[in-house]
């Protein structure tokens, strides 16, 4: 059964992570400076970072989650691997809709088959992916197995898409350690790094916030399959 | 990439474009979230009602 403190934390953590998001656009939009090149558009970069950062550690979640499952096949790492999977794959949509939105004035275009554009367009489809393949299985431990393996797997592609701009020639900046590859590297001043350094925290709550919410959502819904199960059974006993 | 210097305000409408298309990808997914909550709770209160009246029932 769900307890009330668990309800409590989640309560408290989705306050959390409002007010820091909210806290965090205050300081994009009337702290941090206006970059020198490409103008106001260059403040999406803390809400792209941000969101593409937190995403990279929810599929990291859902790989570790896969590994303990399949070491030990308990029903709440799968549905831990579930939730940061779903949650990554919204995060990683809001980075690439944002990048797209900044990319058509700093490019003159809103899509490149770009190294960087290419391979996280792949990271897309393939943790897509994982939910077609859950709902192609029915037995629930296969199902846990099958979705651990590939969550394991997918992650190959969370590597290949940081690694893209720095091994290859890409028009996307780099933000750390830029390769010869790289077109450019990001020059941030220190309101610009604290700014950064903000939003990769509130998004990180936002990630715990939603991932409690999604965890308990599937708890409640094995909860109602079991009662669903009980009513049918006394319904025809 | 392109590296000239611009009127920053020039800019403006698709940083706001950003924010909005961002803020409405979460917005959905938390509506997502609260909805399918609040259908299992809904779902969950009526079989615990039809258990309790089976119960009754049963012992009445």
Redesign the interface.
């Known amino acids: 059964m769900l307890s009330s403190r668990l309800d409590n934390t989640i309560r408290i953590l989705n306050w959390l992570a409002a007010i820091m998001i909210l806290v965090c ?1 205050a300081l994009i939009f009337f702290y941090a400076p ?1 970059e ?9 970069f803390y ?2 970072v941000g ?1 593409a950062w937190t995403a990279s550690v929810a599929f990291f979640v859902a790989l570790m989650s896969g590994i303990i499952y399949l070491i030990r096949p308990r029903k709440f790492w799968d549905m831990t691997a579930l939730a940061s999977v779903e949650i990554g794959l ?1 995060l990683i ?2 980075t690439i ?2 990048g797209s ?2 990319g ?5 275009t809103w899509w490149v088959w770009s190294p960087r554009l290419t391979s996280v367009t792949v990271l897309w489809l393939v943790y897509a992916a994982y939910f077609m393949l859950r709902g192609a299985i029915e037995d629930p431990e296969r199902r846990g197995r099958f979705s651990a393996v590939y969550a394991i797997a997918s992650f190959v592609t969370v590597i290949i898409t940081y690694y893209s701009i720095r091994l290859l020639r890409d ?1 996307h ?1 780099a933000l750390i350690g830029a390769g010869d590859g790289a ?2 590297e990001q020059e941030l001043t220190g309101k610009m790094v604290f700014t950064m350094l903000f939003s990769f925290i509130s998004f990180s709550v936002l990630y715990a916030a ?1 991932m409690l ?2 965890v ?2 599937e708890m ?2 094995d ?2 399959q079991a ?2 199960l ?2 049918i059974a ?2 025809r006993g | 990439m392109l590296l000239a210097q611009v009127d920053p305000n020039v800019t403006t409408p698709y940083l706001l474009l950003g924010y909005v298309v961002i803020s409405v990808i979460a917005l959905i997914y938390v509506l997502i979230l609260v909805n399918k909550q609040r259908n299992l709770k809904q779902d969950i209160e009526l079989m615990s009602q039809l258990l309790e009246e089976d119960k009754e029932a049963g012992g009445g």
């Open positions: 656009l206006t020198r090149t490409m103008g106001n558009v260059q403040r999406v809400f792209h969101s919204v949509s809001m809709v944002g939105v900044w058509r004035p700093a490019w003159n028009i900046p077109m450019g939603w919410n999604r308990r959502l409640l819904s909860h109602a009662m669903k009980r009513l006394r319904l």
